[in-house]
């Protein structure tokens, strides 16, 4: 591979560091598929409409087809397949299996992702467009359907499961909203601001 057009780069997904060269024009999203074989990720438009492609980095959502791979060097990068704790799956994982929150499945692994994210960006006391009143005092907006769709706007499924997909982000919201409180912890974004998301962390989708 031509030196000057390609790098060698570690990625550090789901734990695990992956050492790699890559043309230097590799989306994320083709490293984690093409090149640590990470297939759970999926491409759908290639140009950041779908959301099919979300992973998250450092906790927060992005379109990894949006992403060159050498710009996420350094950085936490969780897929689908790091949801699960062993055999265990994620609450939000368990959410969509329970809830029937898919058809094809093919969106599923970018809905999940952002589902994580979603409950902790809310968790964490972040406004969406739908929140009509985002004053600090009046607190976090409920998580209801509208809140959830909004925020859950940048990932489509093409079978239409998203009556399913809003119930299954409602229950596990609701779940984690418990675990907080069992904790003892009253405090939007759990204090720690963790949660559970693996990666930990919270935020809006990066774009590019
Ligand atoms: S593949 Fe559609 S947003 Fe990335
Ligand atoms: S479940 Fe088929 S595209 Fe969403």
């Given at each position: 591979?031509?030196?000057?057009?390609?790098?060698?780069?570690?990625?550090?997904v789901?734990?695990?560091?992956?050492?790699?060269?890559?043309?230097?024009?590799?989306?994320?999203?083709?490293?984690?598929?093409?090149?640590?074989?990470?297939?759970?990720?999926?491409?759908?438009?290639?140009?950041?409409?779908?959301?099919?492609?979300?992973?998250?980095?450092?906790?927060?959502?992005a379109?990894?087809?949006?992403?060159?791979?050498?710009?996420?060097?350094?950085r936490?990068?969780t897929?689908?397949?790091?949801?699960?704790d062993?055999e265990?799956l994620?609450?939000?994982?368990?959410?969509?299996?329970?809830?029937?929150?898919?058809?094809?499945?093919?969106?599923?692994?970018?809905?999940?992702?952002?589902?994580?994210?979603?409950?902790?960006?809310?968790?964490?006391?972040?406004?969406?467009?739908?929140?009509a009143?985002?004053?600090?005092?009046?607190?976090?907006?409920?998580?209801?359907?509208?809140e959830i769709?909004?925020?859950?706007?940048?990932?489509?499924?093409?079978?239409?499961?998203?009556?399913?997909?809003?119930?299954?982000?409602?229950?596990?919201?609701?779940?984690?909203?418990?675990?907080?409180?069992?904790?003892?912890?009253?405090?939007?974004?759990?204090?720690s601001?963790?949660?559970?998301?693996?990666?930990?962390?919270?935020?809006?989708r990066?774009?590019?």
């Open positions: 591979m031509n030196p000057t057009k390609s790098s060698a780069i570690s990625l550090r789901n734990g695990e560091t992956h050492s790699l060269t890559v043309d230097n024009r590799t989306t994320l999203l083709d490293a984690l598929r093409e090149h640590i074989d990470l297939t759970g990720t999926k491409k759908g438009c290639d140009q950041g409409q779908c959301g099919a492609c979300t992973v998250l980095l450092d906790g927060r959502r379109n990894s087809c949006l992403q060159l791979a050498v710009a996420a060097e350094g936490a990068v897929t689908i397949e790091g949801m699960a062993g265990r994620h609450p939000v994982q368990q959410a969509f299996l329970d809830f029937d929150g898919y058809q094809c499945g093919y969106c599923t692994p970018g809905q999940v992702c952002s589902a994580v994210a979603v409950i902790e960006e809310h968790a964490a006391g972040w406004p969406s467009a739908a929140t009143d985002i004053r600090p005092e009046t607190g976090p907006p409920p998580l209801d359907d509208n769709r909004e925020r859950m706007s940048g990932n489509l499924c093409r079978c239409g499961a998203y009556v399913s997909i809003v119930r299954a982000v409602a229950e596990a919201a609701a779940q984690a909203a418990a675990v907080r409180e069992s904790a003892g912890d009253t405090t939007p974004d759990g204090g601001g963790s949660g559970t998301v693996p990666a930990g962390g919270s935020g809006a990066v774009t590019a």
